[in-house]
């Protein structure tokens, strides 16, 4: 699911700048579709907090957080004229630490 509202919250920039250059209108189906997998992220957090794994609740926290902030600053047309290869850093930098967060979750899952 990470790495599903990873690709949506990037289409939503996509058609976001699209918009915005005026070449086409806005279509919020990506970023709607990006909301839904946020709050499916935030579920299982809830998931994860309920069975005591707080490693896997925080990366899944720390990740919808992450991407509800990329939404919200999608609506800024300064924020969409910033590079994306700034923009790609970030993505990538969220999606290590919730790797790495993840590898923490799991090693402390006893077998």
């Not at 690709?7 to 839904?36: M, S, T, W």
Request: proline fraction near 3%; hydrophobic fraction near 55%; aromatic fraction near 6%.
């Amino acid at each position: 699911m990470q790495a599903t509202a990873g690709i949506l919250v990037v289409h939503a920039r996509l058609d976001a700048r699209i918009a915005l250059r005026g070449k086409a209108p806005e279509n919020a189906q990506y970023r709607r579709a990006a909301f839904v997998a946020v709050s499916m992220l935030l579920a299982g957090a809830v998931a994860m907090l309920m069975l005591c794994r707080w490693w896997l609740a925080l990366a899944l926290v720390l990740t919808a957080t992450g991407y509800t902030y990329d939404l919200r600053r999608q609506q800024n047309a300064a924020e969409l004229q910033r590079p994306l290869m700034s923009v790609g850093r970030q993505a990538l930098t969220l999606a290590t630490i919730y790797a790495l967060l993840l590898v923490a979750g799991l090693l402390q899952i006893p077998n």
